[in-house]
């Protein structure tokens, strides 16, 4: 079993609607980083969260390191956000961290 | 400002050869992680260098190895590569130390096929 797993695998949305991408953790961690890689696969880092919410335009992504989860947000989603999204998980804020990624959700906005 | 550049993009080899790719971080960035992309294994973390010492490495075997210039680029290398080995390879550099507390910027990543 993954110690990072992600909910749901696939996710297929209208435009319009709002979106939850779910990561949950099975150890403690320090800080948690959503990615975004669109097909082609360049990556670009969305946010880094160590608690609490951070919000960058329609993008909203939320932590709660007691429950071990986080979640991503996406508002008024558009195609442009079709993408496959990945949280990955540091468990220490030294250098000596272990990094586990999630599987990825791959999300499909429709027109 | 340019972002992280890697050459090549696209690379094939045989079994047992080895290979090197090269990464080069955006202008000021010390940090530079290397990553492993499979359709299997997803995502998985090789290793990080600043100021060219290692910081931290993966679960990967020996045959992968990389090392950081002055001039913050940095090379991995393969060795006696497998099948098992195809895959895209990205990089990323950061500002900082790297690690959980920096943004992280990544290349668009060379792609890998062992025949």
């Known amino acids: 079993k993954n110690e990072v797993e992600q909910s749901p695998q696939n996710l297929t949305a209208q435009e319009g609607e709002f979106i939850t991408i779910n990561c949950s953790y099975s150890v403690g961690i320090s800080a948690l980083h959503w990615l975004q890689q669109h097909p082609g696969g360049g990556i670009v880092s969305l946010f880094m969260?160590?608690?609490g919410k951070k919000k960058h335009g329609r993008l909203i992504a939320t932590i709660n390191i007691q429950e071990k989860h986080s979640s991503l947000h996406i508002t008024a989603s558009h195609p442009r956000d079709s993408a496959v999204y990945i949280c990955a998980a540091f468990n220490s804020g030294g250098s000596n961290y272990k990094l586990t990624f999630g599987k990825g959700t791959l999300l499909t906005v429709n027109p | 400002k340019a972002g992280v550049t890697q050459t090549p993009r696209y690379l094939i080899k045989t079994r047992g050869q080895q290979v090197t790719l090269s990464c080069s971080p955006i202008s000021g960035h010390r940090s530079v992680s290397w990553y492993q992309q499979t359709p299997g294994q997803g995502l998985q973390f090789l290793f990080e260098y600043f100021s060219e010492t290692q910081r931290n490495k993966g679960n990967f075997p020996g045959r992968f190895s990389g090392r950081q210039f002055s001039n913050s680029r940095s090379e991995m290398n393969v060795s006696t590569l497998e099948l098992g080995d195809s895959a895209l390879y990205l990089c990323?550099?950061?500002?900082?130390?790297?690690?959980?507390?920096?943004?992280?910027?990544f290349g668009p990543g060379t792609r890998l096929t062992v025949l």
């Open positions: 969260l160590s608690s």
């Open positions: 990323a550099s950061s500002k900082g130390t790297g690690g959980p507390y920096n943004e992280h910027f």
